[in-house]
T-cell receptor, first 115, second 113 residues
C-alpha cells in the first residue's frame, strides 16, 4: 500500500530533550515536506526537500532540523524542544513533476507535547 | 505573497443539506487550486483540484470551479452526509517551477443526522 509512515504517533517529552520524528514513504517521491498544524493557524510548512541532499526552509523553521540522506526518509529533528513546539506534525510527499506534482500524500500525524 | 482565505468555521449542517465553503486566494500568475480534506484522527488527503481558469474539479459529490475573475474556488456539495464531517482545506500552488503549497486555515464541518 502506498503510504507515508510517521513515528511516533504520540509523544510527551520535556523541554530540552532532543527528539526525532521519523517519516518514510514507499512511493519513490522526490518531494517531501513537514508541516505543523495548530488551532486557528492551519498548516504551516516547517521544511521541505526536493530530493536527496536538497532541503530548504519553509515558513516556520526555527527550532527544527531535517536531513534527506535517502529518498524515502525525511526525519524531523528537534534539538532542544520547547513548549511552543507542542503541536500536531504531518509529513507529506509527492512527485515533483507531471500530473502528480503537489498531489500530496500525508502521513497520519504525530502529536507532540513538550512539558 | 500568496495567500488563501477560507470562511471561518465551524459549520454545522443537517444531513442532506447543501454545503458551500468559500475560498478566495491572492496570487500572482496562474496558480493551481486544491481542496484537501482531513477526517478525524487522520492526515490530509486530496479531495479535488483545478489547474486553470474555468476548470471544475469534482470528487465524491463535491465540486469546485476555478474562477479567475473573482479569485475564488468555492467548495460545494448538494447533499451532505454524516460521513462528510471533517476539516476542509483550500490550497494553491503558484506557477511552474514552484512545488510549494499555500494552505488556508481550514474549515471544520460537522453534519448531524
Amino acid at each position: 500500500e502506498a503510504q507515508v509512515t510517521q513515528n511516533p504517533r504520540y509523544l510527551i517529552t520535556v523541554t530540552g530533550k532532543k527528539l526525532t520524528v521519523t517519516c518514510s514513504q514507499n512511493m519513490n517521491h522526490e518531494y517531501m515536506s513537514w508541516y505543523r498544524q495548530d488551532p486557528g493557524l492551519g498548516l504551516r510548512q516547517i521544511y521541505y526537500s526536493m530530493n536527496v541532499e536538497v532541503t530548504d526552509k519553509g515558513d516556520v523553521p526555527e527550532g527544527y532540523k531535517v536531513s534527506r540522506k535517502e529518498k524515502r526518509n525525511f526525519p524531523l529533528i528537534l534539538e532542544s524542544p520547547s513548549p511552543n513546539q507542542t503541536s500536531l506534525y504531518f509529513c507529506a510527499s509527492s512527485l515533483s513533476r507531471g500530473p502528480g506534482a503537489n498531489v500530496l500524500t500525508f502521513g497520519a500525524g504525530s502529536r507532540l507535547t513538550v512539558l | 505573497g500568496d495567500s488563501v482565505t477560507q470562511m471561518e468555521g465551524p459549520v454545522t449542517l443537517s444531513e442532506e443539506a447543501f454545503l458551500t465553503i468559500n475560498c478566495t486566494y491572492t496570487a500572482t500568475g496562474y496558480p493551481s487550486l486544491f481542496w484537501y480534506v482531513q477526517y478525524p484522527g487522520e492526515g490530509l488527503q486530496l479531495l479535488l483540484k483545478a489547474t486553470k481558469a474555468d476548470d471544475k474539479g469534482s470528487n465524491k459529490g463535491f465540486e469546485a470551479t476555478y474562477r479567475k475573475e473573482t479569485t475564488s474556488f468555492h467548495l460545494e456539495k448538494g447533499s451532505v452526509q454524516v460521513s462528510d464531517s471533517a476539516v476542509y482545506f483550500c490550497a494553491l500552488r503558484n506557477g511552474a517551477g514552484s512545488y510549494q503549497l499555500t494552505f488556508g486555515k481550514g474549515t471544520k464541518l460537522s453534519v448531524i443526522p
